[in-house]
């Protein structure tokens, strides 16, 4: 189909990864570099240096403003959490924010993007996951492949947005009908070429499945259940305004402790209003 071919050509004309992130990558993978030099590296973009220590701060990570220098906020959160907030903030400033395709705005899309990142961490947290680097980047990015169609098939695009309000269909459903390929398919290929994490592959890939029976499944299934969760609080837009059931295996999973949504519910909202503003304003 010739959407597939634009969506494929897309992916292969966007640039490898942000300068920041690589350099900052390229780093943090060189035994000899040391914390200053890290620290010095985030600060050549004041602007990411600047929404770094707002997030780092937020009720999301609960450090009540102790944070006040970017080496502090590495001791704080960490290498690979830091490398994950830089690398959402240099892809969330990527791409347009401004244009708008019939009800799909860009800023919407990040809204339910941010809010999926946040559930999903808090449910890393809530179900005892000990190595939580990866679970607010992949509730960000679970959704990109829409951005991909967004950018480089608009009319297509279009076409599924329209057959999502007269069909009342989910957007991936429209996807495949229209375009022959979904979002979670094209954001992993996307994926694929920034050489992301395999854990952040899959999780993009099957977070409509929740589970690819493999050793990420507990990534995969917060994601999964992350989204459903910014849904029902109505997070942003992300392309249609239906609530999909869980996989029930997921709970197996996740071993979640009872009343898990009621305990985080309002820690979750409160973290999506000051993240959303954090990283959406310029």
């Given at each position: 189909m010739i959407a597939i071919e634009k969506i494929l050509s897309g992916v292969n004309s966007l640039p490898t990864l942000p300068t920041v992130y690589a350099n900052l990558s390229d780093a943090m993978d060189n035994p000899?570099?040391?914390?200053?030099?890290?620290?010095?590296?985030i600060s050549t973009d004041q602007s990411s240096a600047f929404k770094i220590l707002k997030v780092a701060n937020s009720s999301l990570y609960g450090f009540g403003g102790k944070i006040n220098?970017?080496?502090?906020?590495?001791?704080?959160?960490?290498?690979?959490?830091?490398?994950?907030i830089v690398f959402a903030i240099s892809i969330i400033n990527f791409f347009s924010k401004s244009k708008t395709l019939l009800k799909f705005k860009p800023i919407d899309f990040w809204e339910h993007s941010i809010g999926v990142g946040i559930t999903t961490r808090m449910i890393g947290v809530v179900s005892g996951q000990r190595n939580l680097e990866s679970f607010f980047l992949a509730g960000i990015f679970h959704d990109i492949g829409k951005l991909l169609f967004f950018e480089f098939a608009p009319k297509e695009?279009?076409?599924?947005?329209?057959?999502v309000e007269t069909k009342s269909c989910t957007i991936y459903e429209a996807e495949k009908e229209v375009l022959g390929i979904d979002h979670a398919e094209a954001g992993f290929l996307l994926a694929e070429k920034w050489e992301l994490p395999k854990s952040i592959q899959e999780s993009i890939r099957f977070h409509h499945q929740g589970l690819a029976n493999d050793e990420n499944d507990k990534l995969i299934?917060?994601?999964?259940?992350?989204?459903?969760?910014?849904?029902?609080?109505?997070?942003?837009?992300?392309?249609?305004?239906?609530?999909?059931?869980?996989?029930s295996e997921i709970w197996n999973v996740l071993k979640l402790p009872?009343?898990?949504?009621?305990?985080?519910?309002?820690?979750?909202?409160?973290?999506?209003?000051?993240?959303?503003?954090?990283?959406?304003?310029d």
């Open positions: 000899s570099s040391t914390l200053e030099r890290l620290a010095s590296i220098t970017i080496s502090q906020a590495i001791l704080y959160l960490g290498f690979n959490e830091i490398r994950s695009y279009a076409n599924v947005l329209d057959l299934a917060a994601v999964h259940l992350g989204n459903i969760i910014a849904r029902i609080y109505e997070f942003g837009y992300p392309g249609d305004n239906l609530i999909p059931e869980p996989n009872n009343y898990y949504l009621h305990s985080i519910s309002d820690k979750i909202k409160d973290s999506f209003i000051s993240t959303t503003r954090m990283l959406l304003i």
